[in-house]
RNA sequence: GCGGCUAUGGCGAAGUGGUUAACGCACCAGAUUGUGGCUCUGGCAUGCGUGGGUUCGAUUCCCACUAGUCGCCCCA
């Protein structure tokens, strides 16, 4: 009997792990200067959250949900994404309450979507967020974005497009709403399936389409930006002032649209143009959501965030043959022959790992060629070897495993003799 | 959910309807019984994703399944 992982899933070995750290820990330090704080939440939610605050037309609501029933007959949801979980969160423990406003988060986990897997997609990916409620200062918009955009930029990539749009605030969305269907819906016919049911339903998203894409009326359709009221566009062309104020290229595409229901005003996303990229261009998606509080039964609360995957991240960089400096090999590496050695080389390692040096031995019985070898693999620095005759006279041996020059040092000054040429 | 391609040792990869499944890398051992990276010698798949079928005989042909991969939809 053998076990295979489940579809869309992957194990991440040794070897990958160190770059997941590094990330994540490049994602932590920056929030800390930003002052974002972590939040940690369930994997799983009631299903309702989900279906309140994603919005029940999306795909993720209607196709992609790892939807079951628990032991008490109760409908869970393992989460397709991680701004339902904070506002649930937010609302939950009364943070709207907390006299530091606006209330600025982060989150890192698994993510769980039901799709067929593909380059840059899988049923459990990692995303890393940012969510901060509270706040409708467009200010805070650039912030996330500028955020966002350090992330990348601070692990050294160079080939991002950043794309932001408005969809305007509620009032703004329904008159352009109208607009469309109206645009749309003489000769909705000849264009696919998919648009003809969206027409009624989220008309915007008929501007996502790709195989309608150059239909005369996707040309002239009209642009959600001629139909900002004069608030929503006086905040677009804030949040723009300030992302040119920090030195952030961007583009305005009208024809944005994010897949979530909850967006009002500023979305964006982030896409690597990197050759060979693939059919996965988006890194990093995010936007505005001014209802979404509300919604889950909190008090009128505007919020915004975004969410990167990690596995696209390094898709990205691997893209743009970026290698992250993950250090890999080790201090030193204790050979020895001999049984007595053997066992004091147990009590040398433990006293080198005292002391902060990273440092390992054989435990497979190896010879000392073998040692060598072994610690060569390792890519130790440097070897200290022991046989009993070095025992005897209370000294070791200590390989520079560079030079391949070997000096003789006491036992007991070993460790000063490493730390020494460790700095 | 739909379509194309693929599936051989730890990795890469050749191959054939028929008695021993190339080769390269890695690994192990020896040459060098206390010293790595180079060299040489030897070792290393009772098995060709899983399950059926065709056949005297299948890793090779057919079907299904599973998985990977690419694309569509959509998205991170």
């Known amino acids: 009997m053998s076990f295979q992982i489940p579809r869309g899933t992957q194990d991440i070995l040794p070897g990958e792990t160190e770059k997941w750290q590094y990330i994540e820990q490049t994602a932590r330090d ?14 799983f939610e009631h299903t309702e959250l989900f279906l309140r605050s994603v919005g029940d037309t999306t795909d993720i609501v209607q196709k992609e ?61 990692v995303q890393f967020g940012v969510e901060v409620l509270g706040s409708h200062d467009p200010a805070i918009d650039a912030e996330v974005i500028a955020l966002a955009m350090e992330i990348y930029r601070s692990l050294g990539l160079q ?63 009209p642009s959600i930006l001629d139909y ?11 949040v723009q002032m300030y992302l040119t104020n920090l030195g952030i290229e961007f583009e305005v595409d009208s024809r944005l649209v994010r897949g979530l229901d909850y967006y009002h005003h500023t979305t964006f996303e982030i896409m690597s143009n990197a050759e060979g990229f693939g059919a996965i261009t988006t890194l990093c998606g995010g936007g505005r959501y001014n209802r979404l509080v509300q919604e889950i039964g909190g008090p009128e609360t505007p919020g915004i965030g975004f969410a990167l995957s990690i596995e696209r991240l390094l898709a990205a960089l ?7 400096p993950v250090g890999k090999g080790i201090d030193c590496y204790v050979a020895a022959l001999g049984e007595k050695a053997k066992d004091e080389s147990v009590i040398i390692v433990n006293q080198l790992r005292k002391a902060g040096i990273v440092a390992d031995k054989d435990y497979q019985d190896r010879k000392v060629k073998a040692q060598l070898k072994a610690a060569d693999r390792l890519q130790a620095k440097y ?14 041996n200590v390989k520079d495993m560079n030079t391949g020059e070997q000096t003789e040092v006491p036992l007991h000054s070993l460790v000063e003799y490493l730390k020494e040429r460790l700095r």
Do not use: W
Request: proline share 4%; charged share 35%.
């Open 30 to 43: 920056l929030c800390r200067r930003y002052n974002y704080k972590e939040i940690r939440t369930p994997i």
């Open 65 to 125: 949900m790892y939807t079951f029933e628990d032991r008490g007959g109760r409908s869970i949801t393992l989460r397709p994404e991680g701004t339902a979980s904070v506002v649930r969160s937010f609302v939950e423990n009364k943070m709207y309450g907390d006299p530091n406003q606006p209330i600025k988060l982060y989150y890192v986990g698994p993510m769980f979507r039901y799709e067929r897997p593909q380059a840059g997609r899988f049923r459990q990916f």
């Open 159 to 221: 080939k991002l497009k950043l794309v932001i749009n408005s969809l305007g605030d509620a009032e703004s969305r329904k008159a352009h709403r109208e607009a469309l269907i109206n645009h749309f819906k003489q000769r909705i016919g000849e264009f696919c399936e998919d648009c003809q049911a969206r027409l009624e339903k989220n008309p915007l998203r008929i501007l996502d389409c790709k195989k309608d894409r150059d239909h005369e009326l996707m040309m002239t359709a």
């Open 228 to 238: 900002l009221n004069d608030e929503s566009r006086r905040y677009f062309e804030k």
């Open 318 to 324: 691997e893209a743009e043959n970026i290698s992250l």
């Open 383 to 396: 070897v200290a070897i022991l046989g009993d005759d070095e025992l005897d006279r209370k000294v070791i």
